[in-house]
């Protein structure tokens, strides 16, 4: 299996303009997860999708986030207009339906996102 | 609410130490605990895991066991190599639920 994919692994923009971070799950994952890391704030869960439907965004920082799953293959994360404090790095990670009672976390390579 | 708390870093050792990291939780039922490993410039992985009170997960070198009578899980390693230098997060899996409780991390750096 390819694994969790994100794209683009690198993306650099100017304040102000609409950044798309994409994911493509595990085919059979039923579970989606969008997490952002930085060094002061750790790792941080945005939103979780099942079965393509968003189940907690808590965590999206703002409207200026939002995040979509149209099909069971593909997910996005927006952020419109961007700001310098939304650099970190973005992952997407995906969960089995069943994996023994237990629900370990698949994660992609993650998104670097440099907002200047 | 849920949570986890592990020991801050950065822990640096010499090459063929011994390794622990502590970890303690907070969890409501009978969640499913995990440690994660994240090498530079990557996501996380799965290291090991541990579904139910006293079991053991071990892969690579590393164990930890489920105290569910001092909720801790504690990550060892009897010989740590350079290339076990990443960043270690303890987390938990909610009993019946999807979301993923993870610690703030603990670096590691192993002197050659």
């Known amino acids: 299996d390819a694994g969790v994919i994100q794209s683009p692994r690198h993306e650099v923009t100017e304040m102000g303009q609409e950044v798309t971070l994409r994911c493509k799950p595990i085919?059979?994952?039923?579970?989606l997860f969008w997490y952002r890391q930085t060094m002061m704030r750790g790792l941080e869960l945005l939103i979780y999708?099942?079965?393509?439907?968003?189940?907690?965004d808590s965590g999206m920082p703002e409207d200026r986030f939002s995040a979509k799953m149209p099909n069971a293959s593909f997910s996005t994360l927006k952020i419109q207009p961007s700001e310098p404090r939304d650099s970190a790095v973005y992952f997407c990670?995906?969960?089995?339906?069943?994996?023994?009672?237990?629900?370990?976390?698949?994660f992609g390579p993650g998104t670097r996102l440099t907002v200047t | 609410g849920n949570s986890v708390t592990q020991m801050e870093g950065p822990v640096t050792l010499s090459e063929e130490a011994f390794l622990t990291i502590n970890c303690t939780y907070t969890a409501t039922g009978y969640p499913s605990l995990f440690w994660y490993v994240q090498y530079p410039g990557e996501g996380l992985q799965l290291l090991l895991k541990a579904t139910k009170a006293d079991d053991k997960g071990s892969n690579k070198g590393f164990e930890a066991t489920y105290r569910k009578e001092t909720t801790s899980f504690h990550l060892e390693k009897g010989s740590v190599q350079v290339s076990d230098s990443a960043v270690y997060f303890c987390a938990l899996s909610e009993t019946g639920g999807f979301k993923t409780i993870f610690g703030a991390g603990t670096r590691l750096f192993v002197k050659a």
């Open positions: 999708f099942n079965n393509n439907v968003p189940i907690d």
């Open positions: 085919s059979g994952h039923n579970s």
């Open positions: 990670a995906s969960t089995p339906s069943t994996s023994g009672g237990s629900y370990e976390q698949y």
